[in-house]
């Protein structure tokens, strides 16, 4: 944050997902929405969450310089497009608007070295942004079985991961295995350029990935899952939210 005062806490931008309530001046009305676990999970780590909705795609720069971190969060799926893909008629809730800005946001905060996490929508932004592909749809996976319709349910439904012990992800969790949910149907495919996999799921879906290349300022600590950790419930998953607040701080404090 060169040229600006120090904070002592650190701001944490978070995505939004534009989807339709019903409101008293709109039947549906658009909304940018985020689950409360997002803010609360921020919280709870020190963090003070920002809101980054879509704007024009040259403002991601400036975005990225008003805050210490970088979440992207759920939401609809990709349009096949973004990755160069024939649109199988299998993806749902697309907005190329919402595509294009988090594709642009991963990409300043890689030239920022802006600390980054990214959350099921957010790991398959990563993997796009880089080059990447994703599978359109993974519903006939051993692991992956078609999402619920009753939210309980979908929430509730865990398949185990397995995580390896020298990467980033399983220092910050300090586990090798565990059982995560699993709401989601698409998947990274073709990984993009400096990605490795660091947690997969029996049926061989990648859960986790991390990025070991280089960005024009060092080492980007990138980091991605596939599963939801701000609805899981659990202390384990807050150590990803706290080691990403702990990675902005020091940002802030260093005047980056």
């Avoid at 199988?88 to 070295?113: C, K």
């Avoid at 699993?182 to 061989?204: F, K, M, N, Y």
Wanted: overall charge negative; some cysteine; charged content about 20%.
């Amino acid at each position: 944050m060169s040229g600006n005062k120090r904070r002592s806490r650190p701001r944490i931008g978070l995505t939004p997902w534009k989807r339709p309530v019903h409101t008293i001046v709109g039947d549906p009305e658009q909304l940018f929405t985020l689950a409360e676990e997002y803010v609360e999970s921020v919280r709870i780590a020190g963090g003070i969450p920002i809101i980054l909705p879509p704007a024009p795609l040259r403002a991601a720069p400036e975005a990225v310089a008003a805050i210490d971190a970088l979440v992207l969060t759920g939401g609809g799926d990709f349009s096949p497009s973004s990755y160069t893909r024939t649109d199988e008629g299998l993806s749902a809730d697309i907005d190329p608007q919402e595509d294009a800005w988090d594709v642009a946001l991963t990409l300043a905060a890689r030239d920022a070295n802006l600390p980054f996490f990214g959350i099921c929508r957010g790991m398959q932004a990563l993997n796009i942004a880089l080059g990447g592909t994703l599978h359109q749809d993974i519903s006939d996976r051993a692991n992956h079985p078609p999402i619920p319709n009753v939210p309980a349910d979908a929430v509730a439904f865990r398949h185990p991961v397995t995580i390896q012990p020298e990467s980033r992800l399983g220092q910050i969790l300090g586990v090798t295995e565990r059982s995560v949910n699993s709401i989601h149907h698409q998947a990274v495919d073709r990984l993009g350029e400096g990605l490795a996999a660091v947690a997969h799921a029996p049926d061989g879906t990648i859960e986790g990935i991390e990025y070991n290349g280089s960005s024009p300022r060092g080492r980007w600590g990138a980091l991605a899952v596939q599963w939801h950790p701000e609805r899981m419930g659990h202390d384990l998953d807050q150590r990803i939210f706290d080691a990403l607040v702990r990675a902005a701080g020091r940002r802030s404090l260093n005047g980056d």
